[in-house]
């Protein structure tokens, strides 16, 4: 969302991009030829107590504070709870909730300008946006639901905190931030990204400690949005033969696609490595499925090998072939999981990020 510079000392310094740089990651500002960032790697935040009592939000910001914790930069953001006083300008870094500052979030952001590191910034969340902290995909905005989900925005200001800048070039958690999403099995989790994660390794290093981490999303970057946000949407199934985007039999709560039995298709998905390894050779499968949870109980259709560096989503496709046997009007999700099966320690237990999936109806 917005962003406002605001210099803390006397002079506002011609800032220049780092040339050579090879990731789509951009700065949140540059400064003296450097980039702005924390002086150590860790900074420290206060919620407000009012907006993020115990409970459901607290536990949802909290939630996008560990995963910025768990990816493989130094990087990390310490929280603590019930500020009782929080205002911009204060000296401290803090997040509440408010309204009428003209955008959905907003990250003010202030550093010194001779060290060209941060020295205070502060997140606020609109109080009148229609914000959920479920995971449920279905309540929310990109699959089909009436509200927004709480944590794509929250790791996109915590994205601003890490000293991360809008970026339009690629998939990434600082474009449009509700449309980078991970969802399978009817859950939707926020994530930092490929892109996001490569940054803040280029800002602080990469950390010792950090997992492996792989991600399969169904949305890819179609554009670039005003403020120079990523735009973001579904990604698609084409027809093997003539390389046309299938038709669609429904574009609603979620896209599915019209298929022949015995058609050959090509799956799109965003393959993402976003751990501590580039690159990282990983085992994956396609698979169909009677439901939209793509697991290994699935029908296998395809094993195959992704080799990611760890700089920008990957999104490729996969042949296949829709089997003969399926009955007109049947009903089917084709997806894929990587790091199937599991060769890696991934920072996530539950590996919700490791599979998605596409919508077919066969003619
Ligand atoms: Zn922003």
Redesign the pocket.
């Known amino acids: ?3 406002n510079r605001i210099f803390y000392l006397f002079a506002v310094l011609a800032g220049f991009f780092v040339s050579g740089q090879s990731f789509a990651w951009v700065p949140i500002a540059t400064c003296n030829g450097q980039n702005v960032k924390w002086s150590s790697s860790n900074a420290s935040m206060s919620a407000s107590g009012v907006g993020f009592p115990v409970g459901d939000w607290r536990n949802a910001l909290s939630e996008t504070v560990s995963k910025w914790y768990n990816q493989p930069s130094n990087f990390s953001i310490s929280m603590s709870w019930d500020d009782a006083s929080v205002g911009l300008g204060n000296g401290q870094n803090e997040v509440w909730w408010s309204s009428n500052f003209g955008a959905p979030a907003i ?1 003010n952001f202030w550093y010194n300008t001779q060290t060209c590191t941060f020295t205070e910034a502060d997140v606020r969340f609109d109080n009148t946006v229609a914000y959920h902290f479920t995971h449920t995909a279905s309540s929310l905005w990109p699959y089909g639901g009436g509200s927004r989900p709480f944590q794509t925005t929250a790791m ?2 915590l994205g ?1 905190v890490a000293g991360l800048g ?1 970026e339009g070039d690629v998939y990434n958690i ?1 474009g449009e931030d509700w449309t980078h999403i991970h969802a399978n099995c009817g859950l939707a989790y926020a994530y930092p990204g490929e892109d996001a994660v490569s940054g803040v390794v280029a800002l602080y290093g990469a950390w010792a400690g950090a997992l492996e981490e792989l991600g399969v999303a169904n949305w890819r970057r179609t554009g670039v949005l005003g403020g120079g946000y990523s735009d973001h949407s579904r990604t698609r199934l084409f027809d093997a033969a003539t390389g046309a985007e299938l038709p669609l039999w429904s574009s609603f709560p979620e896209p599915v696609y019209r298929v022949n039995a015995g058609q050959s298709v090509r799956l799109e998905l965003t393959y993402e490595n976003m751990g501590k390894t580039t690159p990282l050779l990983a085992d994956a499968r396609v698979y169909l499925s009677t439901n939209n949870c793509i697991t290994s109980l699935d029908t296998v259709m395809e094993n195959f090998w992704v080799s990611q560096s760890r700089d920008v989503p990957f999104l490729t496709t996969r042949t296949i072939t829709i089997p003969t046997t399926l009955a007109s009007g049947s009903l089917r999700w084709l997806g894929a999981s990587i790091d199937d099966p599991a060769a890696h320690s991934e920072s996530y237990d539950n590996d919700y990020e490791n599979a998605s999936y596409i919508g077919i109806r066969v003619n």
């Open positions: 969302m917005r962003l990250t996109h200001e601003h809008h600082m």
